[in-house]
Nanobody
């Protein structure tokens, strides 16, 4: 059983930056993937970025590539999402999540249905 808690959200102006943190507790992370997802009002939950906790391989959605950076600190069981050059369309509730078992294919990491444990979500609002 894993527990995930997000922090670091808030209101930021377009072009600004935020860093989201995901604290993971309850189990070893060595073979897990941690994903960041977001859901805007009236839209489906989408995969933003994910990282392999064992070797650091990363994935980014095209919409955030070059602006967002995911990183990990295995010792602290933390995963971070640095978000730069934020746009109004980045406004959403952001979630971190983990699967119950290691994903057989890393390229599946952006699919929400692959994940079993979810944080409570945190609001990110980009507005002037």
């Amino acid at each position: 059983q894993l527990q995930l808690v997000e922090s670091g959200g808030g209101l930021v102006q377009p072009g600004g930056s935020l860093r989201l943190s995901c604290e993971v507790s309850g189990s070893t992370l060595d073979y897990y993937v941690i994903g960041w997802f977001r859901q805007a009002p009236g839209k489906e939950r989408e995969g933003v970025s994910c990282i392999s906790m064992s070797d650091g391989i990363t994935y980014y959605a095209n919409s955030v590539k070059g602006r967002f950076t995911i990183s990990r600190d295995n010792a602290k069981k933390m995963v971070y999402l640095q978000m730069n050059s934020l746009k109004p369309e980045d406004t959403a509730v952001y979630y971190c999540a983990a699967p119950r078992r290691p994903l057989p294919l890393f390229r599946e990491c952006s699919a929400p249905y692959k994940y079993d444990y979810w944080g409570q979500g945190i609001q990110v609002t980009v507005s002037s």
